[in-house]
Each structure stands twice: as structure tokens, then as C-alpha cells.
């Protein structure tokens, strides 16, 4: 049963410190997308990839936020330094860009908490 | 940019009843539509699509149909059992470059 897995799952920090978000997408998927929920924004798009290139990261604060992927199956989410009003629950979903097939399959979420 | 308007955003039902959660899109350019149902403590999970080429699909209980005129699609659950009890998201995805806007869900209650 292939599935998209999220390390860690639940994350609590203070205010400044460096955190970083891990993403394994199904085997085989080439597009990865980085998504916060929140109870005040729902779901909204960070970045997302395309056989590991950015196509989009207008949804991500800039200059504190940075998004990757090293190789076809890691994918990074980074927060330097992080702020209270980062606490959210970020999903990563990945899915297999094949003209008719667009379908995204999300991981189970790490919940960030920053104090 | 795209923009997605879920309703109605909490809907009770007692179980057996249909259940129907509208969304509008702005952005003639998507195709393709699929609906998240989130559990408790969990990701979203695809429930059904319809792309906008097709005008209503159905698996089961669930249907969702699609106006492509009107720019508005919808999800019907039919026969609604109390483990259908979640948020329901409904999402607008511009097919070439992949960019997904999604609705702001609606929590669905079906009561015993």
C-alpha cells in the first residue's frame, strides 16, 4: 500500500529555532506539493515540484521559508527562524503528472508548534 | 489567480439522508476537480474527481456533477452513514501547470 510519509509528525520549538519538514513521496510520483493548513486559512499551496523542479512557491513566505528536493524521493520543507504564527499543520501530497492524471495523495501532516 | 467558494461551511444530517456541498471556481482555465474528505488528526484523502471534460460521475453513495458554464460543481452523498462524518474539501486544479486551490471545507455531521 503505497503512501506519502511525513517526518516528523509532531513538532514543538520555540520562536527562532530552525525547523525542518520531511517528505517521502510515492515511489514513482513526479509532482510534490507542500501544503499549511490552518484553522483561520484552511488549505492553502506553500510550493510545489515537477520532477524535482520548483514550478511554484508564490504561496511561501520567502524570507524565512525554503522548500527542496535532493532527490526523487525526499522532498524538504525549512523554517529559519520560526515564528508563532508558523504553528499549522503542514502537508505534503505527491502525485503522478501524466496529462489525464492529477491526482494528489497526502501524507499524514506534521503538526508545528512553535512557542 | 483562483479563487474556490465552498458551502455551506458545517451541514448536519441524520443518517440515511442525502448530503450536497456546493463549490464555485473562478478561473475558466481549471479542469480538473477532485473532493478531500479529512478525518480527525489525518490528511486529506481523494473521495472522488470529475474532470471538465465529463458532467457528473458516480462510485456508489457518492456522485459529484460539474457546470462548466456556470462554474460550479457539486458533491452528493446519498444514503449518509455516521462514519461519513468529516471535512469535506473541494478543490479547482489548472491541469498544465498543476496549481490546486481548494475550497474551505465543509464539516458534514451525520447523526445516528
Known amino acids: 500500500d503505497a503512501r506519502v510519509t511525513q517526518t516528523p509528525r509532531d513538532k514543538v520549538t520555540e520562536m527562532g529555532q530552525e525547523v525542518t519538514m520531511r517528505c517521502q513521496p510515492i515511489l514513482g510520483h513526479n509532482t510534490v506539493f507542500w501544503y499549511r493548513q490552518t484553522m483561520m486559512q484552511g488549505l492553502e499551496l506553500l510550493a510545489y515540484f515537477r520532477n524535482r523542479a520548483p514550478l511554484d512557491d508564490s504561496g511561501m513566505p520567502k524570507d524565512r521559508f525554503s522548500a527542496e528536493m535532493p532527490d526523487a524521493t525526499l522532498a524538504t520543507l525549512k523554517i529559519q527562524p520560526s515564528e508563532p504564527r508558523d504553528s499549522a499543520v503542514y502537508f505534503c501530497?505527491?502525485?503522478?503528472?501524466?496529462?489525464?492524471?492529477?491526482?494528489?495523495?497526502f501524507g499524514p501532516g506534521t503538526r508545528l508548534t512553535v512557542l | 489567480g483562483e479563487n474556490v467558494e465552498q458551502h455551506p461551511s458545517t451541514l448536519s444530517v441524520q443518517e440515511g439522508d442525502s448530503a450536497v456541498i456546493k463549490c464555485t471556481y473562478s478561473?475558466?482555465?481549471?479542469?480538473?476537480f477532485p473532493w478531500y474528505k479529512q478525518e480527525l488528526g489525518k490528511g486529506p484523502q481523494l473521495i472522488i474527481d470529475?474532470?471538465?471534460?465529463?458532467g457528473e460521475k458516480k462510485d456508489q453513495r457518492i456522485a459529484v456533477t460539474l457546470n462548466k458554464t456556470a462554474k460550479h460543481f457539486s458533491l452528493h452523498i446519498t444514503e449518509t452513514q455516521p462514519e461519513d462524518s468529516a471535512v469535506y474539501f473541494c478543490?479547482?486544479?489548472?491541469?498544465?501547470?498543476?496549481?490546486?486551490?481548494f475550497g474551505d471545507g465543509t464539516t458534514l455531521t451525520v447523526k445516528p
Open positions: 478561473d475558466s482555465a481549471s479542469n480538473y
Open positions: 501530497a505527491s502525485g503522478l503528472e501524466a496529462g489525464i492524471r492529477d491526482t494528489q495523495y
Open positions: 478543490a479547482a486544479i489548472e491541469g498544465n501547470a498543476g496549481k490546486s486551490t
Open positions: 470529475i474532470r471538465s471534460n465529463v
